[in-house]
């Protein structure tokens, strides 16, 4: 299938490109390289330079190429920057997302899968959180995701779209050559191992009182090949699933310390700590029921372990010191 991959230079993105090119589909990424990378991009992938706000640069693309679906990444993606930077993420996740979906109907792409985010859950009640879970975001990029996805709703009955959101909870390690590199880095497990490998002093645990058993917030960490073969199976039964959620974890949660526990385990690096205050916009704790992905979509997470995870993330680094970058720019 020709597939558009919108964000195709940014993590989850790029390689979910990789991921489909390995099951025989086009891939053609459009992105403005506004925090993603060109070296990100599989090189048997079409790339375009382009932003969704240019109706001009989506008609052509459109024009051009057979498309027949498309995968939406392309957004901001930082809570903390959500909460500085609101209209921002209102203007580059909703208004953009518009222009893609108006672009898909004009040229009559039928099938879209939207990477949405376990921020639209806000502060829940539960955990592990099942997908019918109230959805109360608690920071401006959980809003401009669940506006998205009510969005995809009203269009999808207006327009015959055929359309899944994957509700991702927290996307992490890396495959050989793919893996996450955002500048400035505010994710845990990159931060931890930049420290492992002396690019900072030390790691900061963002909120030591949370009502957690060990004081620090509680995270889904989700292997990145496992979110892109979710994708993939998405898109394979679309017309059967139309119109559904599905959150994207693997259904336990770890610590910020276990997590660091982990990080010195597999680097054998003390990680030096300081204690932080709370980060805004930070829920206490974010676990996701998977049951519903794997039963309707037969989805089998392999490589989610907290380990797998931090194992493949360190492999990447330690081939790839400065990610994308060429040099110590690429460090903080
Ligand atoms: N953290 C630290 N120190 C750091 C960096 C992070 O203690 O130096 C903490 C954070 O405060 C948070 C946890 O580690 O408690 C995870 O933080 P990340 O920044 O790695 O990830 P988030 O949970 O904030 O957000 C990620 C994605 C969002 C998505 C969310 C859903 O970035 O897009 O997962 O779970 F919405």
Redesign the pocket.
């Known amino acids: 299938m020709n597939i558009l991959v919108t964000g195709g230079a940014g993590y989850v993105g790029s390689v979910c490109a990789e991921i489909l090119i390995t099951h025989g589909h086009a891939v053609f990424v459009f992105d403005n390289l506004s925090v993603g990378y060109r070296r990100a991009v599989p090189q048997s992938a079409v790339f375009f330079e382009g932003d969704l706000a240019d109706r001009q640069a989506l008609d052509r693309l459109f024009a051009a190429h057979q498309i027949e679906a498309v995968m939406h990444f392309a957004a901001f ?4 920057e959500s909460v500085r930077k609101p209209s921002a993420y209102y203007v580059n996740n909703v208004a953009n997302s518009i222009q893609l979906l108006d672009a898909m109907v004009r040229h009559r792409v039928k099938k879209l899968i939207f990477s949405s ?3 639209i859950y806000g502060e829940p009640k539960i955990a592990p959180i099942p997908e019918e879970h109230q959805a109360a975001p608690i920071n401006p ?2 809003h401009t ?1 669940l506006t998205f996805e009510r969005i995809l709703e009203d269009c999808g009955a207006a327009t015959g779209l055929q359309y899944a959101c994957l509700r ?5 390690g890396a495959t050989r050559e793919r893996g996450e590199d955002h500048r400035p880095e ?7 191992l930049q420290v492992a490998l002396g690019q900072r002093p030390n ?5 030591t009182d ?1 009502p957690t058993h060990d004081g ?2 509680i ?2 960490f989700v292997h990145v090949f496992d979110i892109a073969e979710a994708h993939v199976l998405a898109l394979d039964q679309l017309e059967r699933i139309s119109g559904h959620v599905f959150n994207i974890g693997s259904n336990r949660g770890h610590s ?1 310390r276990e ?1 660091l526990e982990t990080a010195r385990r597999v680097t054998g690096h003390p990680i030096p700590v300081v204690e ?1 205050s ?2 805004p ?3 206490a704790i ?1 676990v996701a029921s998977s049951q519903k992905t794997e039963r309707v979509l037969g989805w089998r997470p392999q490589f989610s372990s907290l380990s797998t995870i931090v194992e493949s993330a360190w492999a990447w680094k330690q081939k790839f010191p400065f990610g994308y970058g060429e040099d110590r720019q690429a460090a903080p």
């Open positions: 993606a930082l809570v903390e985010s376990a921020a990029y959980g995701k991702y909870f927290n996307a992490a505010t994710h845990l497990i990159p931060i931890l790691f900061p645990i963002n909120g949370y620090t917030c995270r889904d910020v997590a932080a709370r980060r916009g930070d829920p974010l």
